[in-house]
Nanobody, 121 residues
Framework: QVQLVESGGGLVQAGGSLRLSCTAS????????MGWFRQAPGKEREFTAG????????DYADSVKGRFTISRDNAKNTMYLQMNSLKSEDTAVYYC??????????????WGQGTQVTVSS
């Protein structure tokens, strides 16, 4: 079992930055690929960014490429999402997720509770 806790959400003006964190416990964090998803009001949850267990491979949704950076610190069991140049359309609940394997993919077994990010225009 894996427990995931997100933090770092909040209210920010358009053009600003936020850094989300996801702290994991319960399973060997360093063996799991991780990802960030988001769900905007009235929309389905969507993939945002993913990172392999070693951090050597990353993947991004087209909508955030060049603005968001995913990273991880396996010594701290923590994953990050640095969000720059935020837009109003980035407003969503952001979820941390973990896979059961080390490589990237779209199937995630464990989920956090989410953290709200609101971008004001």
């Amino acid at each position: 079992q894996v427990q995931l806790v997100e933090s770092g959400g909040g209210l920010v003006q358009a053009g600003g930055s936020l850094r989300l964190s996801c702290t994991a416990s319960g399973r060997t964090f360093s063996a799991s690929a991780m990802g960030w998803f988001r769900q905007a009001p009235g929309k389905e949850r969507e993939f945002t960014a993913g990172i392999s267990s070693s951090g050597g491979t990353t993947d991004y949704a087209d909508s955030v490429k060049g603005r968001f950076t995913i990273s991880r610190d396996n010594a701290k069991n923590t994953m990050y999402l640095q969000m720059n140049s935020l837009k109003s359309e980035d407003t969503a609940v952001y979820y941390c997720a973990a896979r059961t394997v080390h490589y990237l993919g779209r199937d995630y077994a464990y989920w956090g509770q989410g953290t709200q990010v609101t971008v004001s225009s």
